[in-house]
């Protein structure tokens, strides 16, 4: 008996030119040299498994059954890659996860969990040098804590006072390079020493070296600045306000005063030494170091005077090693860490962050690792194919992308026993 096959017509033909692109790159051979070896009688191969789900979000996408219902047509007869059922791709993903960490603070009834995965953050980097190939020298890290609410059977009320899990992400660029996931429970600063020590083992374990690092208060406690500066050639931490750095705004006599379109600040610059308590407790006084803190303040409008300065004002300083750039320049350049909040709209938006498939803290860090994955790769092809199609610019977000790029109608055929693509319009 012979069956004949038709064709089918499907609305997302421009996947397939991603996966030649990522063949083209050898992106299926990092896979294998960096996941564990498939059963000889497996079906399908990592570049089945991750080509697969990576296709979903970029085309729109946003839960494994989108393979089977919404893009069945986009692996019918195609011969670049192979889909799985959504059940067997989350199956293969779930495999991938790497036991938890319990950690119970001192004098703490708490129990942190933290969840990495060494395979992944491996596989991750691997990939970003081989489609940024970064040929910047001074690189820029920005570390931050992000908030993903989720109601799953392990997660753990957050310090915003809802159920989920708060991962610390490492991004250089728009790219991410460093996932340490934690339970909602462990807020941000907690054991974060630790999470520098790790990052920057790892990002220097493949010859990526930082020359400067950028985070919130959370960052602003002792170990954490001394592991930094060890690491790096110049950071900047916002800093939180305490007694020491007090004692140094009231040091401050000339204020530089600014007209900004919300109203008139003063800003000002001088040197200290912070963490001098937490250095003789840690018994640790040869790391203390003088820094500069820059220094912002805003008058209130209710009038309330600060107790320790005696001035109506609201103050906000910054806390660097870098004693050449302008107290302006340090703030502006500061303040462009405010780009990584887009970062995390997208990974939650664009890339499923939002919606969890796993029931675990560790099956999760996965699937985080997976999309992040998949959200450099995006970045990577937004800037590629904007160089070669119309109406593309490389500062699209993911549903430009999607309407002008990947919705091409398209079927593959055979003939003269090759595979051909035939597109039907490419708008």
């Given at each position: 008996?012979?069956?004949?096959?038709?064709?089918?017509?499907?609305?997302?033909?421009?996947?397939?030119f991603v996966f030649d692109e990522l063949i083209r790159l050898k992106i299926d051979k990092v896979l294998n040299n960096y996941l564990p070896c498939m059963p000889t009688q497996a079906?399908?191969?990592?570049?089945?498994?991750?080509?697969?789900?990576?296709?979903?979000?970029?085309?729109?996408?946003?839960?494994?059954?989108?393979?089977?219902?919404?893009?069945?047509?986009?692996?019918?007869?195609?011969?670049?890659?192979?889909?799985?059922?959504?059940?067997?791709?989350?199956?293969?993903?779930?495999?991938?996860?790497?036991?938890?960490?319990?950690?119970?603070?001192?004098?703490?009834?708490?129990?942190?969990?933290?969840?990495?995965?060494?395979?992944?953050?491996?596989?991750?980097?691997?990939?970003?040098?081989?489609?940024?190939?970064?040929?910047?020298?001074?690189?820029?890290?920005?570390?931050?804590?992000?908030?993903?609410?989720?109601?799953?059977?392990?997660?753990?009320?957050?310090?915003?006072?809802?159920?989920?899990?708060?991962?610390?992400?490492?991004?250089?660029?728009?790219?991410?390079?460093?996932?340490?996931?934690?339970?909602?429970?462990?807020?941000?600063?907690?054991?974060?020493?630790d999470t520098m020590e790790r990052m920057f083992e790892k990002l220097k374990s493949y010859n990526i070296t930082i020359d400067t690092f950028r985070a919130d208060s959370a960052s602003?406690?002792?170990?954490?600045?001394?592991?930094?500066?060890?690491?790096?050639?110049?950071?900047?931490?916002?800093?939180?306000?305490?007694?020491?750095?007090?004692?140094?705004?009231?040091?401050?006599?000339?204020?530089?005063?600014?007209?900004?379109?919300?109203?008139?600040?003063?800003?000002?610059?001088?040197?200290?030494?912070?963490?001098?308590?937490?250095?003789?407790?840690?018994?640790?006084?040869?790391?203390?170091?003088?820094?500069?803190?820059?220094?912002?303040?805003?008058?209130?409008?209710?009038?309330?005077?600060?107790?320790?300065?005696?001035?109506?004002?609201?103050?906000?300083?910054?806390?660097?090693?870098?004693?050449?750039?302008?107290?302006?320049?340090?703030?502006?350049?500061?303040?462009?860490?405010?780009?990584?909040?887009?970062?995390?709209?997208?990974?939650?938006?664009?890339?499923?962050?939002?919606?969890?498939p796993f029931s675990k803290l560790e099956q999760n860090t996965v699937f985080l690792y997976l999309t992040a994955i998949c959200k450099n790769i995006y970045n990577y092809l937004i800037?590629?194919?904007?160089?070669?199609?119309?109406?593309?610019?490389?500062?699209?977000?993911?549903?430009?992308?999607?309407?002008?790029?990947?919705?091409?109608?398209?079927?593959?055929?055979?003939?003269?026993?090759?595979?051909?693509?035939?597109?039907?319009?490419?708008?």
């Open positions: 008996m012979k069956i004949i096959q038709k064709s089918q017509l499907t609305s997302f033909g421009g996947i397939n079906q399908y191969s990592w570049k089945d498994v991750f080509f697969s789900y990576w296709s979903i979000f970029l085309s729109g996408g946003d839960c494994a059954e989108d393979i089977s219902k919404n893009l069945r047509s986009v692996f019918c007869n195609n011969p670049l890659v192979q889909a799985p059922s959504p059940d067997r791709l989350l199956e293969r993903l779930k495999g991938l996860a790497e036991p938890k960490m319990l950690i119970e603070k001192n004098r703490a009834k708490t129990i942190n969990e933290f969840s990495l995965n060494d395979k992944l953050s491996d596989l991750n980097l691997a990939i970003y040098k081989k489609l940024r190939l970064s040929n910047q020298e001074k690189l820029v890290l920005d570390y931050d804590n992000t908030v993903i609410f989720t109601e799953k059977s392990d997660s753990r009320r957050t310090y915003q006072k809802e159920s989920g899990y708060v991962p610390g992400v490492g991004i250089i660029g728009n790219d991410v390079v460093y996932i340490e996931n934690r339970n909602g429970n462990s807020a941000p600063h907690t054991f974060q020493e602003y406690q002792f170990l954490t600045v001394a592991a930094v500066a060890k690491c790096t050639n110049r950071f900047f931490i916002r800093a939180r306000m305490s007694n020491s750095l007090y004692d140094a705004i009231l040091k401050i006599k000339d204020w530089k005063k600014i007209e900004t379109v919300k109203g008139i600040i003063y800003r000002s610059s001088t040197t200290f030494v912070p963490f001098k308590r937490a250095a003789r407790d840690y018994k640790l006084e040869d790391l203390l170091q003088e820094y500069r803190v820059v220094v912002t303040k805003e008058t209130r409008r209710d009038g309330q005077l600060d107790l320790f300065t005696n001035e109506a004002c609201i103050y906000s300083a910054i806390v660097t090693n870098d004693f050449e750039m302008t107290d302006d320049d340090v703030v502006f350049f500061y303040n462009q860490r405010g780009t990584q909040e887009r970062e995390f709209d997208a990974l939650k938006n664009d890339f499923g962050w939002n919606k969890l800037s590629h194919f904007s160089k070669i199609v119309n109406g593309l610019n490389p500062n699209f977000r993911l549903k430009k992308f999607i309407f002008r790029f990947i919705c091409v109608p398209a079927k593959w055929i055979k003939s003269g026993r090759q595979y051909k693509l035939k597109v039907y319009g490419f708008g």
